[in-house]
């Protein structure tokens, strides 16, 4: 079989085993729609049925939403999915699937391209197609899936580029670059210093075609320039200051005991200056993500991050970094191996520098560079198995490889289908579960009450009823009014028609009449509900059973 149709047949193969990894279950594995999804999908759906968002802004370049800005290409490449498909959770869910699908495919064809080797492209493709870390991402988070394929596609065709001398190639590399800004926040760190090491590591190459190479980088600054307001807006300033360490204040309780704690001013002012607490916040955030509590043990705390009892990669996967520092030593693609691994170190560059420890979705390009090294584990072994002779390597290492990562496989399918789901339904920092079935449930009454009040405990009930409802977008927008409590959080659409998204405090709310109120137990506590002046008509559980949402009425 000639080596071309080798290559097209494994990497259809490779594409085929991806799409059936991310779209079996796909509207039902992670458990619910969350609040992010909500909102991509209605202003997707807005921009549909009127051609502006939810605040009524025409084709807008940042979509604002509960005041975190979105990025606009998962919008706009949702809005012909949901003309196909309608206003659903398989509609919003379609998009990360396939272009999950895409990237791995793309990294089959870009790890080929890199090394000259089938066997570690090959071995690189079917890492990350059945990855734990790629498919928590492509499953459902659709801007994360779409950036992710176009980085790959990006260094891919550079390195085509470099080695092809493919002069369209640089065209469609820097477009790419160019078009992740638009796709996911995270990639405005990123991709720059990636461009910039892959000049550095090719710049030879850049100087003999300097042409090419100068009227594509004019091509991808074009395609930036629209950005450059949005990017200085202060809604980029407000998104700054919410998910980074730029806009954290550390506790006047913490600062007071640091102080106490070190008796001499000139101490606590050398040892707990923000500049010096701060640095090494950044330093331990980089450390963190290439721990083996976050890669193998437990992996991130979010919720719609974490996969229970196991981190970001297989165990077995530790025995393939061990082959593969084996093979280190002998390895003869030595410029492309040190690509590699400074495409790794840099890639947790936009996790570093935000509030959370460590961060598996905005360090997500670390995932790529982490499967090439295994691929690289994975040839050795077998290399060794088919090369060396005895009992050792022909039958217990291979046998024992195999039950090794047969056992993590099958332990990551089941925590991820059956122990994951319920562990991580509940709240914002988790899947948002029960919103659906109080939508389900309110939406009927709602030509009953003067007035429905949703409490705002968790993030975005209001995207959730708009999204389920299917609520006219031109309805929606002259309604429309972003709430937020001060400038470091998040905020909540303040309402439409008889509804209002806001805070209960029951025992002034206990007072209004002829009110429906839906809101989790803490909101609405059992015992202060008087059966004299309210009763519940629902209560909506989480998939453990412990109460999720009360539906409370009060009477006339």
């Not at 940042?62 to 919008?75: A, L, M, R, T």
């Not at 914002?428 to 429905?452: A, R, T």
Request: glycine letters at 6%; charged letters at 20%; one cysteine or more.
């Amino acid at each position: 079989m000639k080596k071309n149709n080798l290559t097209i047949i494994l990497l259809l193969a490779i594409f085929i085993l991806s799409l059936a990894f991310r779209f079996y279950k796909i509207t039902s594995v992670p458990i619910s729609l969350n609040w992010d999804e909500a909102a991509f999908a209605y202003n997707a759906y807005s921009i549909l049925q009127t051609g502006k968002d939810e605040y009524g802004t025409p084709f807008p370049l940042e979509f604002k939403s509960v005041g975190d800005y979105k990025c606009p290409i998962f919008v706009y490449l949702t809005v012909p999915v949901i003309k196909l498909f309608g206003l659903s959770e398989f509609s919003i869910r379609l998009l990360s699937s396939l272009f999950g699908a895409l990237s791995v495919a793309v990294f089959f064809l870009l790890t080929k391209e890199l090394f000259g080797d089938l066997k570690i492209a090959l071995a690189a493709g079917i890492i990350t197609a059945i990855s734990p870390w790629h498919l928590q991402f492509t499953r459902a988070q659709g801007d994360v899936a779409i950036s992710s394929f176009l980085v790959v596609l990006g260094i891919w065709q550079f390195i085509r580029w470099v080695k092809q001398k493919e002069s369209l190639a640089i065209f469609i590399s820097i477009i790419s670059f160019s078009l992740t800004f638009y796709a996911y926040f995270s990639e405005r760190v990123f991709v720059p210093v990636l461009f910039l090491l892959l000049c550095f590591f090719f710049r030879k190459e850049i100087l003999s075609r300097k042409k090419e190479f100068f009227l594509a980088g004019i091509g991808g600054l074009l395609i930036l320039l629209p950005l450059v307001r949005t990017m200085m807006s202060s809604g980029q300033k407000n998104k700054i200051l919410i998910t980074t360490i730029f806009g954290y204040r550390r506790p006047q309780e913490y600062l007071e005991k640091m102080a106490s704690e070190d008796h001499l001013p000139i101490i606590y002012k050398i040892f707990h200056h923000p500049a010096i607490e701060y640095s090494w916040m950044i330093v331990d955030r980089y450390l963190n993500h290439f721990s083996p509590y976050f890669l193998f043990t437990r992996g991130p705390n979010d919720d719609r991050q974490r996969i229970e009892g196991m981190g970001m990669l297989y165990w077995s996967d530790a025995v393939l970094l061990v082959f593969a520092l084996m093979a280190l030593k002998a390895f003869k693609k030595r410029q492309e191996l040190l690509l590699v691994a400074a495409w790794l170190a840099i890639s947790p560059l936009p996790s570093i520098v935000t509030r959370d420890p460590v961060h598996a979705r905005r360090a997500f390009n670390m995932l790529y560079p982490l499967s090439i090294i295994l691929a690289i584990g994975a040839v050795k072994l077998f290399g060794l198995v088919k090369k060396k002779k005895g009992t050792f390597f022909k039958i217990f290492l291979p046998l024992g490889f195999g039950l090794f990562f047969f056992w993590s496989f099958s332990f990551y399918i089941l925590s991820y289908f059956v122990f994951t789901p319920p562990e991580t339904a509940a709240g914002p920092g988790g899947w948002s579960y029960g919103y659906k079935q109080l939508v389900e449930y309110v939406s009927p009454l709602k030509d009953k009450y003067e007035k429905i009040v949703i409490d705002t405990s968790y993030q975005g009930p209001y995207l959730f009823f708009l999204f389920y409802e299917k609520y006219p977008p031109a309805l929606y927008q002259p309604q429309a009014q972003l709430v937020k409590k001060d400038e470091f959080s998040l905020g909540e659409g303040k309402g439409y028609d008889n509804y209002e998204f806001r805070d209960i405090y029951w025992p002034v709310d206990r007072g209004a009449k002829h009110t429906l109120f839906a809101g989790s137990p803490e909101r609405l506590p059992l015992q202060d509900i008087d059966s004299r002046e309210a009763r519940i008509l629902k209560t909506i559980y989480f998939p453990d059973g412990k109460e999720a949402f009360y539906v409370v009425e009060t009477y006339k």
